[in-house]
């Protein structure tokens, strides 16, 4: 009888390269590593671990035999290409270093120089960044001999920003003008010649934007023929970060290099797909499947980041969601406290709820570090930003600028400005340069016509006003491509100072964007709804204030005072972090403070206007949840000042409004989905808000001021 041996096989997740895949990923993350080749959608909920999928699948294409020059990685940041290949270089050694990894237009450049030539182009052809952008685009307005300054024609900035949506969305620049910029409407057929003129002249100087990195790219790859060939045939894997975040022409792009090999791996996240604006498409994911005959979908659904209970919140956001593949996440963290919903007075007692419990974490040892507060739109931490400088808690905003050191507040700002103290340069040379043709030697000469009307005992209005029939300047002194502009200035300045507006700093803001302003930033701005919507809350902000002294007082104060006073010595760079959702996204907090939640603030009125709007705000939505991993407040005011001094009843936002509501168990514990926090207000002590020195400036602030004490409801 034969002697039996018994020879053990490996296990099959342990490769050839040592790599331990069953130890070193969860069950879904192993699933899409070890998937066979082939197009492979992988749908990656929030906090999952995608990064360490997508890794560790590089590295089995490697440990499966595929030469690393023949791996190509497409993520949306260099950093985030170099931070995947360093990690697969720990799994597998230096051969990583081969693989082609980098953002769509990284790879597309190294691609172009190769094959330049074959689109009337040399290989030595010249990037244009945005300024030098800007410079031929203007060259191309001139081209077209467009009287810029007659049709209120659009700037560079404008142009350059519907010029690259119109590419990246691969709508046709008609319809493009339709959608995105019906203020342009009449000037449709100018807007072609002189994107036309724009696009010659970066050919004639071998020039190429980063749109035309990527257009020529798919441009090689649709036209076929042996060369389409030779570019796709680089590679046996392509697979793509973030590919919810793809627009229709990078799509189209990862559809083109999948051809022949079919091995294509996108991971994505629908449900955070917040970026339509700028032409991110959703149905690149939504319909890979199609596109992609056989295509596998594995998810990824357990969540590392969050409590159990913030998953409820967003789980039951999502379930609400029109189309989408809805991934449920699934929580392996133990238990935390319920997530919190705060209704508030109005914006200002918002912002003192939120700055006096960021002060309460402080002091049950949570750093400022670990909270972060997230809005829909810059405009909706006004309130707040002012709140957390008076209480001396220093933060960092993420979303851009602090809310008044944004350019088009600081001009609002210098109007106001100039007009209560005539002697202010700065403000008068700032305000007066926002109107067309008018230069610096023009603005001396306003200037110190001014002093000499100002020095006669005339106030700032009177004495510009006087400008317009001013003899010197009459007789050459202003140009006559200036005077358009100067009057126009005199104007607007004396609209903002008439009986019913003068001394009313809310309404002389409306005045000053009525008159003017508007229009400037629908001409010069790409985000002028943005800024004007910006400028509005600004006006609802200063109708608080008694007078333009005491709004200006505030504003002093709050770019003066120092936010030091709750860092500790040895933590000198500890903040609480200001954040817009879209900027947020990737980012996570201890401690999340969700505000403005009002229907029309969030979801975005004008977000809903669009199709599909209502879907994209409840993505938005989403991910502002998911970025909590304790503690998670949900705020909204209940009313605010309308511009007729009315107050204005607001709803709160459907996506809150939607949520089961919670009820009271027989132990009169709260259960459900959150909790209900009713803020009471107790008398402030006003010399807790007062700083040295400024006693006097302390009585132009609200006369609301008032603190405030939770109650756990």
Avoid at 330 to 350: E, F, N, T, W, Y
Avoid at 539 to 559: H, R
Avoid at 578 to 599: I, M, N, P, T, Y
Wanted: with cysteine; proline share 4%.
């Amino acid at each position: 009888m034969a002697r039996v041996f018994q020879l053990k096989s490996a296990p099959a997740a342990l490769s050839r390269l040592g790599v331990d895949y069953a130890a070193a990923l969860n069950d879904e993350q192993r699933a899409v590593v070890l998937a066979a080749r082939g197009p492979l959608l992988v749908l990656a909920g929030a906090g999952s671990g995608k990064t360490r999928a997508l890794t560790y699948r590089v590295a089995r294409f490697i440990d499966e035999g595929i030469a690393p020059e023949r791996i190509l990685l497409l993520t949306f940041t260099n950093r985030a290409a170099r931070a995947m290949l360093e990690r697969v270089a720990a799994l597998v050694g230096p051969a990583s270093q081969r693989v082609m990894g980098g953002t769509f237009h990284h790879v597309a450049n190294t691609i172009l120089r190769g094959h330049a030539e074959s689109i009337g182009y040399s290989p030595n052809f010249t990037i244009l960044d945005r300024e030098d952008a800007r410079d031929l685009m203007d060259a191309a307005v001139a081209d077209a001999r467009i009287n810029v300054t007659k049709e209120r024609f659009p700037k560079a900035d404008v142009l350059l920003e519907l010029a690259s949506l119109a590419i990246n969305t691969q709508v046709p620049a008609r319809e493009l003008v339709l959608r995105r910029a019906p203020r342009f409407l009449h000037l449709t057929e100018e807007l072609l010649t002189v994107c036309q003129a724009f696009i010659k002249r970066k050919v004639e100087r071998n020039l190429m934007d980063f749109d035309d990195l990527l257009m020529n790219w798919k441009l090689l790859l649709a036209e076929g023929g042996p060369l389409a060939e030779a570019i796709r045939g680089r590679f046996e894997a392509v697979l793509v970060d973030e590919y919810q975040d793809t627009n229709a022409l990078q799509g189209q792009i990862v559809d083109l290099m999948g051809q022949g090999h079919n091995n294509v791996t996108a991971v994505g996240d629908d449900a955070q797909c917040i970026y339509g604006f700028r032409g991110a498409e959703v149905r690149n994911m939504l319909g890979f499947a199609e596109r992609w005959p056989g295509a596998v979908l594995l998810p990824l659904s357990v969540n590392y980041r969050s409590t159990p209970q913030v998953l409820e919140i967003a789980n039951a956001v999502l379930s609400r969601a029109r189309e989408g593949f809805k991934t449920r996440l699934i929580g392996v963290r133990p238990s935390g406290m319920l997530p919190a919903v705060v209704p508030c007075k109005d914006a200002h007692q918002q912002a003192e709820f939120v700055a006096e419990r960021i002060l309460q974490l402080r002091d049950e040892g949570v750093p400022l570090t670990e909270v972060g507060v997230l809005y829909r739109a810059h405009r909706h931490v006004l309130e707040l930003q002012v709140e957390l400088t008076r209480r001396g808690i220093p933060y960092v905003v993420r979303s851009g600028l602090r809310f008044f050191e944004q350019a088009h507040i600081k001009d609002v700002v210098a109007h106001l400005k100039l007009l209560f103290n005539a002697d202010d340069e700065l403000s008068f040379r700032r305000a007066v340069r926002l109107h067309e043709g008018i230069g610096n030697a023009t603005c001396d000469a306003l200037w110190r016509r001014t002093k000499e009307h100002v020095a006669h005992g005339e106030d700032a209005a009177r004495a510009i006003a006087r400008l317009l029939d001013d003899e010197e300047l009459a007789q050459g002194a202003v140009g006559r491509r200036a005077k358009p502009g100067v009057t126009r200035f005199v104007h607007t300045l004396g609209a903002m100072t008439k009986p019913d507006v003068k001394d009313k700093p809310g309404e002389m803001i409306r005045v000053l964007l009525d008159s003017f302003y508007a229009e400037y930033l629908a001409k010069n701005e790409p985000n002028a709804r943005e800024r004007q919507e910006e400028i509005e809350e600004l006006a609802d902000f200063a109708a608080g204030f008694a007078d333009l002294e005491a709004f200006l007082s505030e504003l002093m104060l709050v770019q003066s005072f120092a936010a030091e006073e709750v860092v500790a010595a040895d933590e000198p760079d500890e903040k609480v972090t200001l954040s817009s959702v879209h900027q947020a996204k990737g980012l996570e907090w201890s401690r999340v403070f969700l505000v403005w939640l009002s229907d029309g603030a969030f979801p975005s009125e004008l977000a809903l206007k669009d199709a599909g709007g209502e879907d994209e705000e409840r993505r938005l939505f989403y991910v502002a949840v998911t970025r909590a991993k304790d503690e998670l407040y949900l705020t909204h005011p209940l009313v605010t000042r309308a511009r007729d001094h009315s107050m204005v009843l607001h709803r709160r936002s459907r996506f809150v409004e939607e949520l089961p509501a919670p009820e009271l168990d027989a132990a009169g514990e709260a259960s459900g989905l959150y909790e209900t926090w009713q803020i009471e207000v107790v008398p402030a002590d006003p010399a807790a808000l007062q700083q040295p020195d400024d006693a006097e400036l302390l009585e132009g602030r609200r006369a609301d001021d008032a603190g405030g004490r939770l109650l756990d409801d």
